[in-house]
C-alpha cells in the first residue's frame, strides 16, 4: 500500500511572516525550537527562512560553517543582536525564496527521496500554492514507531 503525504504531514505549521523584524524571528526560534519557518503571505508559500539565515542577516560576517547552534550559545548570539539591524532588516531580506514541495497527494517515498536528494531537513506541503503542512523527519519516526506498535512487532518494519 503507498502512503501519500497527507497521511503523516504535521498540518500545525508555525510561520514566518515576511515582513517580520529579525528580532520577532529570533525570538520566534527561541520559542518553538525549529530549525527553520516556512515564510507566509496570506496563507501563501513564498520562501524558508533557517537559523543560518538568521546568523547571516544579523552578522554578515559570520562564518556560518564554523556556527555551532547549542542552546546557550544560540540563546546569546540572539541576546546580543537585539541592536538596530535586527530591528530594521525583515525576513524577506534574508530567507530563500527557491522553495522545494510536495503536494498532500504526493507518494510518502518520494517524498523521502526529496529530502535525502536535496539535503533538506524539511519538505513544505502545499495546495493551490497555500501552505497545508509539512514533513519532516520526525514524522517518519512517528511512522515507523505507529507502525510497530500496530504490528505488536519489535523488529523494524516500514512499508510505503
Not at 4 to 11: D, L, P, R, T
Not at 15 to 37: C, I, K, Q, T
Not at 48 to 64: A, C, E, N, R
Amino acid at each position: 500500500m503507498d502512503l501519500v503525504v497527507s497521511g503523516v504531514m504535521n498540518k500545525n505549521v508555525v510561520a514566518a511572516n515576511a515582513n517580520m523584524s529579525l528580532e520577532e524571528l529570533g525570538s520566534l526560534f527561541v520559542e518553538h525550537r525549529f530549525s527553520g519557518f516556512p515564510v507566509v503571505d496570506d496563507d501563501e508559500l513564498i520562501g524558508v527562512v533557517t537559523k543560518s539565515d538568521l546568523v547571516k542577516g544579523l552578522y554578515p560576517q559570520y562564518d556560518i560553517t564554523k556556527a555551532t547552534f547549542s542552546d546557550a550559545n544560540w540563546s546569546q548570539m540572539i541576546a546580543n543582536s537585539l541592536g538596530n539591524i535586527a530591528l530594521t532588516t525583515s525576513v524577506a531580506d534574508v530567507m530563500t525564496r527557491d522553495v522545494i514541495t510536495v503536494k498532500p497527494q504526493d507518494n510518502l517515498r518520494d517524498a523521502a527521496d526529496l529530502m535525502y536528494e536535496n539535503r533538506i531537513h524539511r519538505v513544505f506541503v502545499v495546495k493551490n500554492n497555500r501552505l497545508v503542512g509539512v514533513l519532516a523527519p520526525f514524522d517518519f519516526v512517528r511512522l515507523y514507531s505507529r507502525n510497530r506498535l500496530i504490528a505488536g512487532r519489535n523488529t523494524p518494519t516500514l512499508d510505503f
